[in-house]
């Protein structure tokens, strides 16, 4: 069975909102109903109308003007839909990321401190295979994740590793093709290489530093999308 997914008022009223606009064959620049109108229409409260009507203009399929009303910006149903999903999946992954950055942040700062010659050496065999599947265009993501879960081995954290290991099908989220787009995180590469030198030199602020450029490069390539 699959999970329910909760849904707040401001996406119920969002979804009311874009079923008017696909209903009545709305396009850009037409009027929609004014807040009063749609606190009628829809039995809410006009706060919750407004949360609606911003989380909408975020997404830019609509655009509330001043003591002018509210006019569509994007009327087809199919682009909103497709609008609003890359933008929670935007989301989702940065908030992934930042719980990242805060656990694996740690990580690696430990195994700078703790890792075995064996298991720097381990970092190291995976890494190489993560370049190697790369450069010849082969799905590396499985070998990837390995790599970086070598790294919160190494910091001998028994509790962090679990943690980790505990969400780690919402990481797997950042590793399996976000988006469709396949070596999205290309550009993230070089960091890992770095990340991997502060690692082996048992130098904490430079392993730590080089794993938030990997970090701050991955959030870069999502907000883009």
Known sequence: MKSIKRVSMHEMIAAEIKRFINEHDLKRGDKLPSVAELTAILGVSRSSIR????????????????????????????????????????????????????????????????????????????????????????????EDWEFHKAIYKASHNPLLESVAESVSDTFNKLWNKPFGIEHIFEDTLPFHCTMLDGIRQHNPAYALQEFNKLIDTAEHTVRKI
Do not use: C, P, T, W
């Open 51 to 142: 949360e609606g009507l911003r989380y909408l203009e975020g997404f830019d399929v609509i655009e509330v003007q001043n003591g002018k009303g509210i006019f569509v910006k994007e009327g087809d149903a199919l682009k909103i839909e497709a609008k609003i999903d890359v933008e929670q999946e935007k989301n989702y992954l940065l908030h992934i990321s930042e719980l990242r950055r805060a656990l694996e942040g740690k990580a690696v700062e430990l195994a700078a401190v703790r890792a075995a010659d064996e298991e720097i050496q381990e970092m190291e065999r995976l890494l190489a295979e993560v370049i190697s599947l790369k450069d010849a265009g082969i799905d590396s993501s499985k």
